[in-house]
């Protein structure tokens, strides 16, 4: 592929992304605080998301999910944290649509059957 097609190449139209902002350098142990603050810019971006214990699933188009992981590390930079590391895991795929949910539907409806 030529360098000038590669330039022009857009981003997957959905992805599914797993994400953990971890702050550094924060008066205490606990995070809940950032946490909580990232959560409500999620609730405000419109996108699918879940929170779970160790992190957030996303879900959407792709330049909407990387921007609000994106706009997360910035509102906590905002908010004082000086370092922010994350770990984000991200699926995309193209044969058909599936939601997180579907994806954990379909584990259970496998473990169903050992029932």
């Known amino acids: 592929?030529?360098?000038s097609q590669l330039s022009n190449l857009s981003t997957p139209p959905a992805c599914i992304?797993?994400?953990c902002l971890i702050p550094l350098g924060t008066p205490t142990a606990?995070?809940?605080k950032e946490v909580s603050q990232v959560q409500r810019l999620l609730k405000k971006s419109g996108l699918v998301y879940h929170m779970h214990s160790a992190?957030?699933?996303v879900e959407g188009p792709w330049d909407d999910v990387m921007r609000v992981i994106g706009q997360a590390h910035t509102?906590?930079?905002e908010n004082g944290v000086?370092?922010?590391q994350s770990d984000i895991r991200v699926g995309s795929r193209t044969d058909k649509?599936?939601?997180?949910?579907d994806k954990?539907?379909?584990v259970n409806a496998i473990l169903d059957k050992d029932e």
């Open 1 to 3: 592929m030529a360098d």
């Open 17 to 19: 992304a797993d994400f």
């Open 30 to 32: 606990s995070v809940s």
């Open 55 to 57: 992190g957030t699933t």
């Open 75 to 77: 509102l906590l930079h």
């Open 82 to 84: 000086v370092r922010i």
């Open 97 to 101: 649509k599936q939601t997180a949910e």
């Open 104 to 106: 954990v539907a379909a």
